[in-house]
C-alpha cells in the first residue's frame, strides 16, 4: 500500500471516498459540510443513528455536493477521553472497513483529529500507522478464490497546510510499519518454510548499509556456544547465528538480542498439541531485531545497532539434548538443563554473553520466552526486567509513546536463588518450576550479562494476535519494531 499526502481538504478532494472523525460532542468542523449537505449529517445526530461513539462507522453518500462521492464518518468517541491510541485504531478500522467493502483508493483527514499534546506530524504518522499495518493480511498460502482477496492500494492524507510536517510523519511510519509488516510475514510462515537457513536469507535482505555475518554449526562450536547447540541437538536443521551491524554513528553499539527458535515443539519435554499449535512465532525476538534494523537503515537513523539472532528448532530425536544433561556455554558458565522446553533462556544464555564481547552501551532483548508472563499480563503488555532501572525506564517510556506497552517485573535476587543448580552453574527450570516463570527465567538470563546496562523484553503476549480488529491481523504482530525504532529514535536525548 502506498501513502501520499495531497495540498487539498474535503471540498475539493477528487477522488471516491473520505474518511472523517467525529467526536460524541464538539461538531464544530462539521458545520459547513451539513449546511452543503442540506443539514443531514446534524439530522443522523438528532435521530442519534450516528453518535460519535468511539469506532462506530457510517457511510454518508455525498450526493455530490463535494466531488467525492462517499464520506465514512468514523466515531472518536469522547473527546476529553481521545489519545494517540484511538486514533490509531480508528484508522485500521476505517482502513479494514473500506478494504472489505472493495474501495482501492480512499482519503483520510483522521489526522486532523485533535489528541492533547500532539504535533500534527505524529497524528499524521500515527493514522498512517493504522492504516498501513490495519492493511495487512497473511494470504501467501491461499489458492482459492484469490481474486477475491481484497487490498487497499492507496490512502491519501489530506493537508491543506503542514504538508511538510504531514509527509515526515507518513513517510517515518510508512518505513516503520512495512518493518513492521515483513516480521508478520517471517513470523506467520511455516516452520518447515521459514528455518534457521531461510531466517539467514530474510536477513541477507536487509538494506545494505547493514553489514550481515552468519555463524554457520562449525563457527558456533569453534565459538563455544554450547548452549545453542545443545538445544540444536535434536534438529535435522543446522543451526545459525546471525550478527547484523548498523554502524551510522561513532558511539559504542546498542546490542539487540533476539530468540529464533524457529519451532519450539519443547524438544523430549515435549509440548502438549494444543501448545505447540502456534509454535512457529518462537522466532519472533529474531524478526523483530532484523525488521528494526531494516527500519533504522531506511531512515539513516544516526546510530550504531548490532542485531544478534541465534536460531535453532526445538526437536526431539534419538540426538536431542535431555533433562539431567549439564551444557557449557560461550561465557564458560555451565547450565543443568531440567526442561528442554525451557530452550530459549539457553540459547540466550550464548547470545548475551557473545554479544558483551562487542562492548556494547547497553544490551536489549526480545524473546517469545515463557507462558509464565502471557499468565501474568495477557497480551496487552510485554514483561520488562533488567540490570538497569534507568534503560528499562526509557525502554517503557518509548514503549508508551508508540503504545507497545511493557511492563516492569522485579528481578529480586530471591528469583536469582531459585535458579541455582546443585550440580551445574545454573539451572534451566526455576525451584519451585510453578513459581514467578517469567521472573526466574529472566533471573536465569541476567547470569549472563556482567557488566553492561541490560533490558530483558518478554515478548510471548504481544507477539502473537488472537484477534483480526483494528491494525492487527490474526498471527504475528511485530511487536517491538515500533518500540524499538522510537527508542533509538531518542537515544541520547534521553540518556
Ligand atoms: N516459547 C515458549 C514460551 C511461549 C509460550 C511463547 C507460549 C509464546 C506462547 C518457551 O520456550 C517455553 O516453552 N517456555 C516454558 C518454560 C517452562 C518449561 C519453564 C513455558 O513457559 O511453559
Ligand atoms: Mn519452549
Ligand atoms: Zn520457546
Not at 23 to 38: G, I, M, P, S, Y
Not at 69 to 89: H, P, S, Y
Not at 227 to 242: E, Q, T, Y
Amino acid at each position: 500500500m502506498n501513502v501520499k499526502v495531497e495540498e487539498s481538504d474535503i471540498f475539493t478532494y477528487e477522488g471516491e471516498c473520505i474518511v472523517l472523525g467525529c467526536f460524541e460532542t464538539d461538531r464544530k468542523h462539521l458545520a459547513v459540510l451539513d449546511k452543503k449537505f442540506d443539514g443531514r449529517i446534524s439530522s443522523l445526530f438528532k435521530r442519534k443513528e450516528f453518535t460519535g461513539e468511539l469506532f462506530q462507522l457510517w457511510l454518508l453518500n455525498t450526493l455530490r455536493k463535494i466531488p467525492a462521492e462517499n464520506i465514512l464518518l468514523v466515531g472518536l468517541g469522547k473527546k476529553e477521553e481521545f489519545d494517540a491510541e484511538k486514533l490509531r485504531k480508528a484508522s485500521g478500522h476505517a482502513a479494514k472497513f473500506l478494504r472489505e467493502a472493495g474501495v482501492k483508493v480512499f482519503a483520510t483527514v483522521l489526522h486532523h483529529s485533535e489528541v492533547t499534546g500532539a504535533s500534527v506530524r505524529f497524528l499524521a504518522q500515527t493514522v498512517t500507522e493504522g492504516a498501513v499495518l490495519a492493511n495487512y493480511k497473511f494470504v501467501e498460502y491461499k489458492t482459492v478464490d484469490r481474486d477475491k482477496i481484497r487490498f487497499v492500494d492507496s490512502v491519501v492524507l489530506l493537508a491543506s497546510k503542514n504538508k511538510k510536517d504531514v509527509e515526515s510523519g507518513v513517510n517515518e511510519a510508512v518505513v516503520v510499519s512495512k518493518a513492521q509488516c515483513w516480521v508478520r510475514d517471517l513470523v506467520n510462515s511455516p516452520p518447515s518454510i521459514l528455518t534457521p537457513e531461510n531466517l539467514v536469507a530474510a536477513a541477507h535482505l536487509l538494506p545494505k548499509s547493514v553489514k550481515v555475518t552468519v555463524f554457520d554449526k562449525k563457527r558456533i562450536k569453534e565459538l563455544g556456544m554450547g548452549g545453542i547447540l545443545a538445544v540444536n541437538a535434536g534438529s535435522s536443521l543446522d543451526p545459525k547465528f546471525i550478527v547484523a551491524e548498523y554502524k551510522n554513528s561513532s558511539d559504542a553499539p546498542i546490542a539487540l538480542v533476539g530468540k529464533g527458535v524457529t519451532f519450539d515443539s519443547g524438544g523430549l519435554s515435549l509440548k502438549p498439541a494444543q501448545y505447540m499449535e502456534d509454535m512457529k512465532m518462537d522466532m519472533a525476538g529474531a524478526g523483530v531485531v532484523l525488521g528494526v534494523l531494516k527500519a533504522i537503515a531506511e531512515l539513516k537513523l544516526p546510530v550504531h545497532v548490532i542485531g544478534f539472532a541465534p536460531l535453532t528448532e526445538n526437536m526431539p530425536s534419538g540426538l536431542s539434548y535431555k533433562p539431567g544433561d549439564i551444557v557449557t556455554t560461550f561465557s564458560k558458565k555451565t547450565i543443568e538443563v531440567l526442561n528442554t522446553d525451557a530452550e530459549g533462556r539457553v540459547i540466550l544464555a550464548d547470545a548475551l554473553a557473545f554479544a558483551e564481547t562487542k562492548n556494547p552501551q547497553a544490551i536489549i532483548d526480545l524473546a517469545t520466552l515463557t507462558g509464565a508472563c502471557i499468565v501474568a499480563l495477557g497480551t496487552a503488555a510485554a514483561g520488562l526486567t533488567g540490570n538497569n532501572h534507568s534503560l528499562m525506564d526509557k525502554v517503557a517510556r518509548a514503549g508508551d509513546a508508540v503504545f507497545e506497552r511493557c511492563w516492569h517485573l522485579p528481578l529480586f535476587d530471591e528469583y536469582k536463588e531459585m535458579v541455582k543448580s546443585d550440580v551445574a552453574d545454573l539451572r534451566n527450570l526455576g525451584r519451585p518450576d510453578k513459581e514467578a516463570g517469567a521472573l526466574t527465567a529472566a533471573a536465569f538470563l541476567s547470569a549472563f550479562v556482567e557488566k553492561t546496562p541490560w533490558a530483558h523484553i518478554d515478548i510471548a503476549g504481544p507477539a502473537w494476535s488472537q484477534e483480526d480488529k483494528f491494525y492487527w491481523s490474526k498471527g504475528g504482530t511485530g511487536f517491538g519494531v515500533r518500540l524499538l525504532v522510537e527508542l533509538l529514535k531518542s537515544w541520547k536525548k534521553n540518556l
